[in-house]
């Protein structure tokens, strides 16, 4: 069982950055992947970005690439997402998530509010 808790989300003006961080309880955490999703007022959940175990290697939405990096601490049990260069229409919720796919997850944390201002 893996509990997630994401913080580090609010208000900013679009071309601003955020870094959301969401720390892991369990052991296991080393050896999962990690990842980010969102949802946007009235849309459906996306994929944002993964991370293997050791970091290694990453994914990304088209929608982020070049802005966003996703990075992780096995030693603190930590995943990262910095944000730059953010735009309005990467308002949304975002949330933490262990065992992604590009579709779903096995678990989830509550979810940070970030919102972008034009």
């Known amino acids: 069982q893996v509990q997630l808790v994401e913080s580090g989300g609010g208000l900013v003006q679009a071309g601003g950055s955020l870094r959301l961080s969401c720390a892991a309880s369990?052991?296991?955490?080393?050896?999962?992947?990690m990842g980010w999703f969102r949802r946007a007022p009235g849309k459906e959940r996306e994929f944002v970005a993964s991370?293997?175990?050791?970091?290694?290697?990453?994914a990304y939405a088209d929608s982020v690439k070049g802005r966003f990096t996703i990075s992780r601490d096995n030693a603190k049990n930590t995943v990262y997402l910095q944000m730059d260069s953010l735009k309005p229409e990467d308002t949304a919720v975002y949330y933490c998530?262990?065992?992604?796919?590009?579709?779903?997850?096995?678990?989830w944390g509550q979810g940070t509010q970030v919102t972008v201002s034009s």
């Open positions: 991370i293997n175990w050791s970091g290694s290697s990453t």
């Open positions: 998530a262990a065992r992604p796919t590009r579709d779903t997850a096995d678990y």
């Open positions: 369990g052991r296991a955490f080393s050896n999962y992947a």
